[in-house]
Each structure stands twice: as C-alpha cells, then as structure tokens.
T-cell receptor
C-alpha cells in the first residue's frame, strides 16, 4: 500500500518547455488535488477533482491543465513552463471532498530556467 | 476571496517551553484541518475541527476552533525536538470543496 505516489521527484525545464506531473493513489479515494508550495506562501490549490470525471479550478489555475485519467490517477500539465512556475508540487487525495483527511504525496520539485 | 492568515511566521523555543500558533480566516469556515510538515517532507494530517468552540487534544497538542468558526489555534505543551516543522491550518467554507491553507508557522526547538 504505497498511498500517494508522484513522478518525477525532481525536474529541470527550460522556459517554454512542457511537461506532465503524474500522481497516483491506491486508497480508492474519490477526490484528488494538486497544490504548489512556494517559500513563505504555504500551499496553494491549483486544481482539484472532487470525483472521477470532474475537475475544477483552485486558487492558482493559470498556466496549468489537469486530467483525471481514472479514479487512481490525476495528472498536472504545464504546456509552456515559465520561471514563475518554479515550485514544489504536491498531489493529495481524500476519500471524499468535504471534511476528509487529505493524504499528500512526497512532492515534485520543479525548476524552470 | 477567502484568506487564511497564520501567526507567527516563525517561532524558536527552548525544549520544554510551550508553543502556540494562531489561524484566522476572513470568512466563516465549515471546518478546519491542521497539518504538520517536517523539513523536506510533505504535509501530514493532524486533526480536523468541525463544531463551534470545539477543543480536541492529542497528547501534548491542543486544538481549538473559535466560537465564530473564523479562527483556530494549536498549542503544544512542553515542546520536544520531534515537534520541529511547519504547522499549517487549512480551512474550508460551506458549499465548496476547496481548502485554503494558511501560510504556516515554522517551529524550531532548541535542545
């Protein structure tokens, strides 16, 4: 039982490059989330998926797209990376969207040059 | 939009001293959660508060939810070096699935 897994652990991109961050959970959770964490800013919600087949914008969705591929997987895509997207990205899941513990993955550290 | 502020931003204490972090929301919350993040790690769920005025304890940790459900606090009694990390609150308003995280309080415990 791995919980929430994220790949890659670390990535360096050049401005304008694209990439997809992968997230998978094996807890049969309905809801999944993508956050970014910048120094002194706490965690900010990028997108979330309350249930399979639905996605919604969070606080900072600009420059990102998501896909809820199935119940287990929720990917985050940067179409044209910018230095302002340098951050640590965390994926999380919960059994249901309201009033439930969020379980976080280990994070992806992204550097955009 | 909804904002969640946390104070202090940093706190250094001697081992054995008490520690408190405060969380204030600009809007009334449906529920609030607290997380701990160790340096280099990911956030780990500590507790959830739902009821107005609720108080919950976990060993040396005491969590409170304000009567107006707009503020919350985490108090640690007799800190230990294992308490080192950043403590975040995360609040949700009714009718939304979004949790807004506070900016966090980084705790350093000096042995």
């Amino acid at each position: 039982n791995a919980g929430v897994t994220q790949t890659p652990k670390f990535q360096v991109l050049k401005t304008g490059q694209s990439m997809t961050l992968q997230c998978a959970q094996d807890m049969n959770h309905n809801s999944m989330y993508w956050y970014r964490q910048d120094p002194g800013m706490g965690l900010r919600l990028i997108y979330y998926s309350a249930s399979e087949g639905t996605t919604d914008k969070g606080e900072v969705p600009n420059g990102y797209n998501v896909s809820r591929l199935n119940k287990r997987e929720f990917s985050l895509r940067l179409e044209s990376a910018a230095p302002s997207q340098t951050s640590v990205y965390f994926c999380a899941s919960s059994e249901k969207a309201e009033q439930e513990t969020q379980y976080f993955g280990p994070g992806t550290r992204l550097l955009v040059l | 939009g909804q904002q969640v502020m946390q104070i202090p931003q940093y706190q250094h204490v001697q081992e054995g001293e008490d520690f408190t972090t405060y969380c204030n929301s600009s809007t009334t919350l449906s529920n609030i959660q607290w997380y701990k993040q160790r340096p280099g790690g990911h956030p780990v769920f500590l507790i959830q508060l739902v009821k107005s005025g609720e108080v919950k304890k976990q060993k040396r940790l005491t969590f409170q939810f304000g009567e107006a459900k707009k503020n919350s606090s985490l108090h640690i009694t007799a800190t230990q070096t294992t308490d080192v990390g950043t403590y975040f609150c995360a609040g949700r308003t009714s009718g939304t699935y979004k949790y807004i995280f506070g900016t966090g309080t980084r705790l350093k415990v000096l042995a």
